[in-house]
């Protein structure tokens, strides 16, 4: 193929438009991170760090509950994945959306609900909250990786005298276990860097090195250390992700998608396939009715006396308005998504189309994009409010401040939604539109956004939903005229008082409602 | 008239085309064969300035039209893979060049009209792009090239992967439709057969 014409107008504008997401992390994310290590870390505060027992308790205690969690997420998930991937059963469809729902929802409000069934803080708690959040990461990265094998390799197996143990050991367990692993580092990361959950269900007792960040830069000012831990955490996910990556001979196995067979044929062991989904449905789906319940129950009794106080606008628990608490997470939530999905659609169609020669600029955009799954909400937080503090940078105080930084966050997960589907759009499409007379803005306008239309709308209410769920970040950068939903759950909840303890499951009900309708289209 | 004038193209530094000149008068039809790999697509890419051209110049009626945009050179083009646009219908397909040149909606349904008589699917404006067999799918996307009235119609390899029998109808369909229209046209095609039927002059491209 020859070489395709693209004019000097059009670079100009490319390599110009390339540099916006990287320089929007570069700003927001990668300055603020190497200003901060290049002030505050030292080798011998790193020292001393690293030899006090207390921080050592800490760093153990992330590690082990991370480990724990991805043990306890895998026995739930793994036997739904397969059921869900192998059999087609009423109902089936439900129970996948009910599974997979609660990785949109905020970490605060699945907290909540763990909360108000077991009613006290610890590791059980925690657990249960990262199983509820990662079994959706499970059964996204493995089932379709299960429904690809197929199943004639273990209808073979079993002719051959396999039981299906065995079956499972030696067939079907080395064909998945390449995603297994993915998701197990993704769900470790999540566990090792899980703010919200720890807040609300750790108790004064049970710290981790991310909320550890934020005591150690918030609540005592010792940002040297808050920086040492925000290294050390990074060091250990990298590590992670590392290990975790595939080999060339896991990745290039070859494979049929087959679609799921109707459970009625299965010849025995039914029930099994039932309780496999059944069982992680209600573990998944308990703490978000619980919450529900948690908002109309007092002392026991049916009262709706917490949401009259709630859409009455005022709860004295709070300094600001109800109303204006939900107007701020809405409007918060708006502005990522724009942000978000626009930087995102312009990273996305740079990334997605096949342009020869901008590969090593791709390879850049790629890898600076997906920044912001490395780092944590702490470390992102701790670095914003450390280098945006002084004149003509003040920003940490600015409202602004928090949907650009949310919108930070959910530049990632947009691009992965867009990029796919970018890729997706026949080249010829564009060169068709070109020959009937449209103008490259057209071609963009009236095919490219056309066709982008469903994933574009995806994008939208999964960056508005990690928006109105974002806690980490905003617990550094809010402000009482800034006080999100996430927030004034997180103020309630940790408050005494019956009445305080529901209306804040009114706001947690009310997040659950809000992100269930921003990720409907979704 | 379209007049191609020492045209050479060239991929990595190694030539495709080197030094072509060719002309095809108004309302007639050249045919260009040759093996597969020659470069016959590359000629009607570098027409439609789809390719960077590393010499030479195309004209439209005396008009040089090689350092303008494919947008704005007037030419239709249709190719084996079709590439309506999925998320149109039929006649939406067809209405997208003239709804780009701000033609009234009357005019343009009258056109989208007159151009499915043309093409034998007068019933098919509102029909899916998705429900249409492969026969109609590239009826269809002659009649979206046709519809603005360009100066130029590329046809590149049009009956390539239709059965004998669609092909054959399809043949004839769009002998009528040229002969009628009047629109100065380049066929690419490896079939001698298609070119002899077709073409009022021929080209053949040698490696």
């Known amino acids: 193929m020859a070489e395709r014409v693209e004019s000097n107008t059009a670079m100009t504008t490319r390599r110009l438009l390339s540099f916006l997401p990287v320089g929007f992390v570069a700003v927001f994310l990668v300055l603020p991170f190497l200003n901060t290590v290049a002030t505050f870390f030292s080798v011998s505060t790193s020292r001393d760090v690293l030899s006090d027992p207390s921080i050592l308790r800490i760093l153990w205690f992330s590690l082990w509950q991370a480990v724990l969690s991805v043990l306890a997420t895998m026995i739930f998930a793994i036997p739904a994945t397969w059921a869900l991937s192998r059999f087609q059963f009423p109902g089936a469809r439900l129970c996948r959306g009910l599974l997979t729902t609660p990785f949109v929802l905020p970490s605060i409000v699945v907290a909540a609900g763990v909360l108000a069934i077991s009613q006290r803080t610890g590791v059980i708690s925690i657990l249960w909250a990262h199983v509820v959040f990662n079994v959706a990461v499970v059964l996204r990265i493995v089932s379709p990786r299960w429904a690809l094998l197929n199943p004639r390799y273990e209808e073979s197996a079993a002719t051959l005298g396999a039981s299906p143990w065995q079956t499972f050991a030696h067939i079907m367990w080395p064909n998945i276990r390449s995603a297994v692993n993915s998701a197990a580092a993704l769900v470790f990361t999540y566990c090792f860097t899980s703010f919200g959950v720890i807040s609300i269900v750790g108790g004064f007792s049970r710290r981790t090195i991310e909320t550890e960040i934020f005591t150690q830069s918030v609540r005592l000012g010792n940002t040297d250390v808050a920086i040492t831990l925000a290294v050390l955490q990074m060091v250990v996910v990298l590590l992670v992700f590392q290990i975790s990556r595939p080999s060339p001979l896991q990745t290039t196995s070859t494979h049929v998608s087959s679609a799921p067979i109707p459970l009625h044929t299965k010849p025995r062991g039914r029930w099994i396939v039932l309780v496999s989904v059944v069982v992680p449905v209600i573990v998944v789906a308990l703490p978000l009715v619980a919450t529900l319940i948690r908002s109309i129950s007092y002392r026991g009794r049916l009262s709706f006396h917490a949401w009259s106080s709630v859409l009455g606008g005022t709860l004295p628990q709070l300094t600001v308005s109800t109303w204006r608490v939900i107007v701020t997470s809405l409007l918060f939530s708006l502005a990522t998504a724009i942000l978000a999905v626009a930087l995102a659609l312009i990273a996305a169609q740079q990334m997605g189309r096949q342009w020869f020669h901008y590969a090593e600029q791709h390879r850049i955009l790629r890898f600076v994009t997906s920044l912001p799954l490395v780092v944590s909400a702490a470390t992102l937080g701790l670095g914003i409010v450390i280098t945006y503090n002084t004149d003509p940078f003040a920003w940490r105080s600015h409202t602004w401040l928090i949907p650009v930084v949310h919108a930070l966050i959910a530049l990632p997960v947009a691009i992965r939604i867009l990029e796919p589907a970018v890729q997706a759009i026949p080249p010829s499409l564009r060169v068709g539109a070109a020959l009937l007379g449209a103008s490259p803005w057209h071609t963009w306008l009236r095919i490219d956004i056309a066709l982008l239309r469903p994933a574009l709308l995806r994008s939208v209410g999964i960056s508005a939903a990690i928006s109105l769920g974002e806690f980490g970040v905003t617990s550094f950068l809010t402000r009482s005229n800034s006080t999100t939903l996430t927030m004034a759950i997180s103020q309630l909840l940790g408050r005494p008082g019956a009445l305080t303890q529901q209306s804040g499951y009114v706001l947690a009900s009310l997040l659950i409602v809000l992100t269930m309708g921003v990720t409907s289209r979704a | ?207």
């Not at chain 2, 893979?81 to 939406?92: A, E, G, I, K």
């Not at chain 2, 009528?176 to 073409?199: G, K, M, P, R």
């Open chain 2, 1 to 207: 008239m379209l007049k191609v004038s020492k045209l050479s193209v060239s991929y990595a530094g190694a030539p495709i085309i080197s030094d072509l000149s060719f002309e095809v008068p108004t309302a007639t039809t050249l045919a260009i064969t040759g093996p597969s790999g020659v470069g016959k697509s590359t000629v009607l890419q570098a027409i439609c300035g789809l390719v960077r051209i590393a010499e030479g110049a195309i004209f439209i009626d005396d008009r040089d039209i090689t350092q303008l945009p494919t947008h704005k050179r007037g030419i239709g083009m249709v190719t084996q893979s079709n590439d309506l646009f999925p998320h149109l219908t039929v006649s939406q397909n067809i209405a997208f060049g003239l709804r780009l040149r701000g033609t009234s909606p009357r005019e343009t349904s009258d056109r989208v009209e007159e151009m499915l008589e043309l093409v034998g699917l007068s019933d098919f404006a509102h029909r899916d792009i998705h429900s249409l067999s492969g026969g109609e799918s590239r009826r269809i996307a002659i009649a979206r090239a046709l519809a603005p009235s360009p100066s130029i119609l590329l046809l590149d390899e049009p009956f390539t992967g239709l059965d004998d029998e669609t092909r054959d109808a399809l043949m004839h369909q769009v002998k009528s439709i040229l002969q009628s229209s009047s629109v100065t046209s380049v066929l690419v095609t490896h079939d001698h057969s298609e070119a002899d039927f077709l073409s009022s002059s021929s080209l053949a491209l040698v490696s």
